[in-house]
């Protein structure tokens, strides 16, 4: 039984919607803040940020909590259990971008209490961002409709050269050959320089 619960069936206490939700809020954070392990040292910034968050009065207990996650889900990022660098913190970012805002006021934080001088990484543009979810939807079409022909191929090697290398060639009907190493690893030469791709 839930700690309102019994407080409500003991007591014939009366509680409202709103403290009901609060608490339900609480056990949530005790649950997330619990996924990091004692022995990581990082804890003990955890600790103090929640601490933190609690003396601001215009924070809600809600905000505590969307506050508290991606702070866990990075520390949780380093395995070892040591505290984490600069690096981690971008690794982290770069695979979860839509988190940045909530974990610049943990970066903030550390910045003021403990003179940690994170930096919050570049953010690409929007632009940068639309033009990969362009060669994105340009690649998956082309492999969806494979055709057994050289233009295909040519269409394919030249999508994915976009995709994961943000090469535009400038002439689009120049042929390109893929070549491939004693290891079956391919690539393309270009300039000089060679561009590899993975197997699709």
């Known amino acids: 039984m839930q700690p309102v619960s019994f407080l409500i069936e003991k007591f014939s206490l009366s509680v409202s919607e709103d403290e009901k939700l609060k608490d339900s809020e609480r056990r949530r954070i005790v649950k997330i803040m619990n996924k990091l392990s004692a022995d990581n040292q990082s804890k003990k910034w955890l600790d103090e940020y929640y601490g933190y968050l609690l003396e601001r009065n215009k924070t809600s207990i809600k905000s505590v909590r969307l506050a508290m996650t991606p702070v866990v889900d990075l520390l949780k990022t380093i395995d070892n259990g040591d505290l984490p660098i600069q690096r981690d913190l971008n690794v982290f970012l770069k695979k979860k971008p839509g988190q940045r805002a909530a974990i610049s006021g943990f970066v903030g934080f550390l910045k003021n209490r403990h003179k940690v001088n994170w930096v919050l ?63 079956k690893l391919k690539y393309v030469e270009l300039s000089g320089k060679r561009y590899w791709l993975p197997s699709l």
């Open 121 to 183: 990484p570049k953010q690409a543009s929007k632009s940068k961002i639309y033009a990969k979810q362009e060669a994105e939807r340009k690649l998956v079409k082309l492999l969806r409709n494979p055709v057994a022909t050289d233009v295909y191929q040519q269409k394919l090697l030249k999508a994915k050269l976009l995709y994961f290398h943000g090469l535009v060639l400038k002439s689009m009907t120049e042929k390109i050959e893929i070549k491939e190493t004693d290891q």
